[in-house]
Every structure is written in structure tokens, then in C-alpha cells.
């Protein structure tokens, strides 16, 4: 499955949590499909850093969990190209963070992924839905975010707005090392997960990117409430 083919030109996608890790590699897996994406996050040099690796990304500063945030963002891409196709709610897909941010990101774009007969997709874990001994909390909250998903999907079906998550496997990002821990813990961990995985090695953002476009591909239109595990076969085990 590849996404260099421009089979989203003229679309308009928003990335939150678009400076690192799954959302940077999501960001530049919708450019190179040809669409117009505004990259959200709070970290200004990480998200020029996103934006410099492709010219169809458009960074834009923004804390969604602040009250005017959903809707900045939101005229902004409207702003600028006149529409909402794709709305990708990765930010905190390595921490807890309020359900309200993503709810009300989606609120501000649902009038105009209406207008398009858009999606949004969420970005929860392969620990949304398997014990996480240590992680309660964490796990927990991807749960919350599994079953929004699928509320949302059977709410937003009459407008015809598809909802789906994908739901990652352990994935190299910033998260342990912005966690504090030391480099030989963060060594061990990587090591300990990847002996866990049935293929032998942790994913990289680019694998969990490319099957966000895919859900969020209008060819799959008859795909919503869908959680996609990603984890190279982790939840097997």
C-alpha cells in the first residue's frame, strides 16, 4: 500500500499532535497523496521541521486544549482552502490527555466534513483495548477514545461522516525519552517490547501513517466504527 499516488489532490486534512512521531510521519503521508494539511501542534520548531519535508504542510501553533484553540484551528484551514475533508486527532497518542480537546476539534470541523461527506480518525492503542499493567490510566483513556470512535461513527452516519481508529502497537516516537527516562532504561524498554512482538521489532510511524490515509481514503466509503490494530501481531499474544 503505498501513499506517493495523488489520489487525495485537492483535499484538506488536519493533523494535530503533527511535530513528531506518528503525526509528522501522518502529515507527510497526506501531502505526498496530494492533499492540503495543516499540521497542528504546540512545539513551533518541530512542526517547521514537519513542514519543511514537504511543501503541501502547513504548520500552524496551536495547545487544541485551549478553549479558543478548535476553533482557530478550523478557520485557518478554511482560510485557506475553503474546506474540511480529514480530520486526524493523534495529539496525545503517547499521554493522557481530556476527551474534550479531540471532541471539540471535531464539533468545529463536523459542519464542514458534512459538507463534504469527510472523516475523522482517531488515534488510540493496541492498550485501548488489552490490560497495560503500570498504564492503567493511559490504557484507560485509548478505551475512552476506541468507544467515541465508534459512538461517533453510528451518531455521524446520517451525515454521511465516516469515523474509524487506529489503534498502534508500541511505535518509535519522542514518548520514553520525553518521559525522562535515561537512555539505557529507554534501550531496555525498546528492546523488551520488540522480543514481545510476534514480527520481531517495533513499529515505525510510517506504518501506522500510511493505513490512517487509507481509512481516511474516500474509496473506503463504506468503512466506519472501525478500530485497526496496528502492532505486528502484539494482540495475539
Same mark, same amino acid.
Not at 485551549?66 to 485557506?80: C, F, N, Q, S
Given at each position: 500500500m503505498s501513499s506517493s499516488t495523488h489520489h487525495l489532490a485537492d483535499r484538506t486534512v488536519i493533523?494535530? #499532535?503533527a511535530g513528531s512521531g506518528i503525526g509528522r510521519a501522518t502529515?507527510?503521508?497526506f501531502a505526498q497523496a496530494g492533499a492540503h494539511v495543516l499540521g497542528v501542534g504546540r512545539r513551533k520548531a518541530n512542526l517547521r521541521e514537519t513542514a519543511d519535508t514537504h511543501p503541501g504542510i502547513v504548520p500552524f501553533d496551536a495547545d487544541i486544549c485551549?478553549? &479558543?484553540? @478548535? %476553533?482557530?484551528?478550523?478557520? +485557518?484551514?478554511?482560510? =485557506?482552502w475553503g474546506r474540511i475533508d480529514v480530520l486526524v486527532n493523534n495529539a496525545g497518542a503517547a499521554a493522557i490527555m481530556p476527551l474534550a480537546a479531540p471532541s471539540l476539534l471535531a464539533r468545529a470541523a463536523l459542519p464542514h466534513l458534512r459538507e463534504v461527506h469527510g472523516s475523522i480518525v482517531n488515534v488510540s492503542s493496541t492498550f485501548g483495548h488489552r490490560p497495560l499493567p503500570g498504564g492503567s490510566h493511559y490504557a484507560a483513556s485509548k478505551a475512552a477514545i476506541e468507544m467515541l470512535t465508534q459512538s461517533w461513527a453510528l451518531e455521524l452516519? +446520517?451525515? /454521511?461522516? =465516516?469515523? /474509524? %481508529?487506529?489503534? @498502534? #502497537?508500541?511505535? +518509535?516516537?519522542e514518548a520514553l525519552a520525553a518521559a525522562g527516562l535515561p537512555g539505557e532504561a529507554v534501550d531496555k524498554i525498546k528492546q523488551s517490547e520488540a522480543e514481545r512482538i510476534p514480527l520481531g521489532r517495533r513499529g515505525k510511524?510510517? &506504518? *501506522?501513517?500510511?493505513? *490512517?490515509?487509507?481509512?481516511?481514503?474516500?474509496?473506503?466509503t463504506w468503512l466506519t466504527g472501525q478500530i485497526l490494530t496496528v502492532d505486528g501481531g502484539l494482540e495475539l499474544t
Open positions: 493533523v494535530t #499532535g502529515a507527510v503521508a485551549a478553549d &479558543d484553540a @478548535p %476553533a482557530a484551528v478550523i478557520d +485557518e484551514a478554511i482560510g =485557506r452516519a +446520517e451525515g /454521511n461522516v =465516516r469515523v /474509524n %481508529a487506529v489503534a @498502534p #502497537g508500541p511505535t +518509535e516516537s510511524p510510517e &506504518d *501506522i501513517a500510511a493505513w *490512517i490515509v487509507h481509512l481516511a481514503d474516500p474509496a473506503s
